[in-house]
């Protein structure tokens, strides 16, 4: 029985370890894949080219996105494939591209990437660059919607900046509806 007791700790030590030393390799590979990300997106930036942040990835960045007034800066990826958008707000590929005339769709995970995104509002302005330079949007538009209504993403001849996500931010499963934010391309530049 004494040999028991003694055993214990070391199982339950071993456990802990273990247990603390995955979450560690988890947010260490996170945040490995942030900075990959970010290399390959200032590489594209620079070149032109497609840069995959790493060899096997099913994706590449495409945009930059900057919201100020609410602490959001990311690199936006050319897809919302699972993995995409694991690292990423993604493009939606049946869209205007970034840096181009019409409806530039992208979409990104409301409890992570896009968290910061129900504190924008109207009058907001966001950055974003692609390869092209830099457009800027004024926000017009915030609004829930059904998850079935897809007519945020068509062209509707006017250049906006539409931003997808779930909705509501704070449900805990698969949320139906969808939260909206819709920008108005401003030319060229933001005054002041």
Not at 48 to 67: N, R, T
Request: hydrophobic share 40%; with cysteine; net charge negative.
């Amino acid at each position: 029985m004494n040999r028991v007791f003694r055993v214990i700790p070391v199982i339950l030590f071993v456990c802990g370890v273990f247990l603390a030393g995955r979450s560690v390799f988890y947010y260490s590979k996170g945040i490995a894949a942030k900075m990959l990300i970010q290399n390959a997106w200032e590489e594209t930036r620079e070149t032109h080219a497609v840069v995959k942040p790493w060899s096997w990835a099913d994706f590449h960045p495409v945009a930059s996105m900057e919201i100020e007034s609410i602490g959001l800066d990311c690199v936006v990826l050319n897809s919302i494939s699972g993995e995409a958008l694991a690292f990423g707000p993604g493009h939606l590929s049946n869209t205007a591209k970034p840096g181009t005339e019409g409806n530039v769709v992208l979409a990104g995970h409301r409890d992570s990437h896009f968290r910061k995104l129900k504190k924008i509002k109207k009058d907001d302005l966001i950055k974003l660059e692609s390869v092209f330079g830099s457009s800027f949007y004024i926000v017009i538009e915030v609004t829930p919607a059904a998850g079935d209504d897809i007519y945020w993403t068509e062209n509707i001849g006017d250049d906006v900046l539409t931003l997808i996500t779930c909705y509501p931010f704070n449900y805990v499963g698969k949320a139906e509806d969808r939260y909206i934010i819709r920008g108005e391309l401003i030319d060229p530049r933001p005054k002041g």
